[in-house]
């Protein structure tokens, strides 16, 4: 379990005893920067079913992560759930030199990005991004590469690679959308057998749906370790410094890839209603609930687990 270095201070020098003044925040409104991926949609939602029982506001603000990070700085929004990194890193890096966001770490573990096929295309012997320079391996994929939203920071790291020419991407086409329509064309290639390269991540519902594997990418085009990822709760400085009791659940708020995926698949393959899908998972992981709750008050100071536990009946 995480402990924020503002939470320990207060209770070793006895001006917060644990579970017991942390429900002193300054604000009872939490504002969540939520960009339109089906993860961080539902993970949100999750952490509002929880805040809401215990006398917090919740709003989910769907904007960019990079104009989240500027929300972030100037007080106009609270809470990010998914830094990735090293995929933001940019984003990141100046949000922290200007002192405007505190990081709390991982709230998911097991997480990676990069180019990704369908298990068929790795199993007839692509598993290395430094086969794409081949042409007979451009040819068969059509000289395309299927990525997210125009814009995001992993499009301008693919944009990169391709002005860069790295694995010979100078001479591929990079095709971006929206998620789902990215996935709607991996969907039919699946369906012909066709290969197809795009950008996979997991957690999501994308990789036991499409057998999806992730090609060793040794000139590090989605970051260190072959695209292996941090996935952050970042939180606005002023924000974090006033109030202590939901930084603690936001502190140990964390989840596995594995957790993710099924409430990923439950929401964005099987388009489950989100308030749906969050409440079916709190009510079938209590353990998780108890975990994240731990020492954390409602609004009036009563036990957290409590009310949370009474809202879920």
């Given at each position: 379990?995480?402990?924020?270095?503002?939470?320990?201070?207060?209770?070793?020098?006895?001006?917060?005893?644990?579970?017991?003044?942390?429900?002193?925040?300054?604000?009872?409104?939490?504002?969540?920067?939520?960009p339109?991926?089906?993860?961080?949609?539902?993970?949100?939602?999750?952490?509002?079913?929880?805040?809401?029982?215990?006398?917090?506001?919740?709003?989910?603000?769907?904007?960019?992560?990079?104009?989240?990070?500027?929300?972030?700085?100037?007080?106009?929004?609270?809470v990010?759930?998914a830094?990735?990194?090293?995929?933001?890193?940019?984003?990141?890096?100046?949000?922290?030199?200007?002192?405007?966001?505190?990081?709390?770490?991982?709230?998911?573990?097991?997480a990676?990005?990069?180019?990704?096929?369908?298990?068929y295309?790795?199993?007839?012997?692509?598993?290395?991004?430094?086969?794409?320079?081949?042409?007979?391996?451009?040819?068969?994929?059509?000289?395309?590469?299927?990525?997210?939203?125009?814009?995001?920071?992993?499009?301008?790291h693919?944009?990169?690679?391709?002005?860069?020419?790295?694995y010979?991407?100078?001479?591929?086409?990079?095709?971006?959308?929206?998620?789902?329509?990215?996935?709607?064309?991996?969907?039919?290639?699946?369906?012909?057998?066709?290969?197809?390269?795009?950008?996979?991540?997991?957690?999501?519902?994308?990789?036991?749906?499409?057998?999806?594997?992730?090609?060793?990418?040794?000139?590090g085009?989605?970051?260190?370790?072959?695209?292996?990822?941090?996935?952050r709760?970042?939180?606005?400085?002023?924000?974090?410094?006033?109030?202590?009791?939901?930084?603690?659940?936001?502190?140990?708020?964390?989840?596995?890839?594995?957790?993710?995926?099924?409430?990923?698949?439950?929401?964005?393959?099987?388009?489950?209603?989100?308030?749906?899908?969050?409440?079916?998972?709190?009510?079938?992981?209590?353990?998780?609930?108890?975990?994240?709750?731990?020492?954390?008050?409602?609004?009036?100071?009563?036990?957290?687990?409590e009310?949370?536990?009474?809202?879920?009946?």
């Amino acid at each position: 379990m995480r402990r924020p270095a503002l939470l320990t201070t207060l209770a070793l020098s006895g001006l917060l005893p644990l579970g017991a003044q942390a429900s002193q925040d300054a604000s009872d409104e939490l504002r969540l920067v939520v960009p339109p991926w089906p993860g961080v949609t539902v993970k949100s939602e999750i952490l509002a079913q929880l805040a809401k029982p215990l006398g917090y506001q919740v709003e989910a603000l769907e904007i960019s992560s990079t104009v989240g990070y500027q929300t972030l700085q100037s007080g106009e929004s609270d809470v990010f759930l998914a830094g990735w990194l090293p995929s933001q890193q940019q984003s990141y890096d100046a949000a922290m030199e200007a002192g405007g966001i505190v990081d709390l770490g991982n709230n998911v573990t097991g997480a990676r990005m990069g180019f990704a096929v369908p298990g068929y295309v790795h199993e007839a012997g692509i598993t290395h991004a430094e086969q794409l320079a081949d042409a007979e391996v451009r040819e068969r994929f059509g000289g395309e590469i299927y990525s997210i939203e125009s814009g995001s920071t992993v499009s301008d790291h693919l944009h990169e690679a391709v002005e860069a020419d790295t694995y010979g991407l100078g001479s591929w086409n990079l095709r971006e959308s929206s998620t789902p329509g990215m996935l709607a064309e991996v969907d039919a290639a699946k369906r012909e057998e066709r290969w197809i390269l795009f950008y996979g991540w997991t957690p999501h519902w994308m990789a036991p749906a499409y057998d999806m594997e992730i090609l060793d990418d040794p000139e590090g085009v989605f970051g260190e370790n072959n695209g292996q990822s941090d996935v952050r709760t970042i939180v606005a400085r002023d924000y974090h410094a006033a109030n202590p009791n939901m930084v603690r659940l936001l502190d140990q708020f964390e989840l596995t890839a594995d957790e993710q995926s099924e409430f990923i698949r439950d929401y964005g393959l099987e388009q489950g209603d989100l308030e749906t899908v969050a409440r079916d998972w709190l009510q079938a992981n209590p353990e998780r609930v108890s975990t994240f709750l731990e020492g954390v008050t409602s609004r009036d100071g009563e036990p957290g687990l409590e009310a949370v536990r009474t809202s879920l009946e």
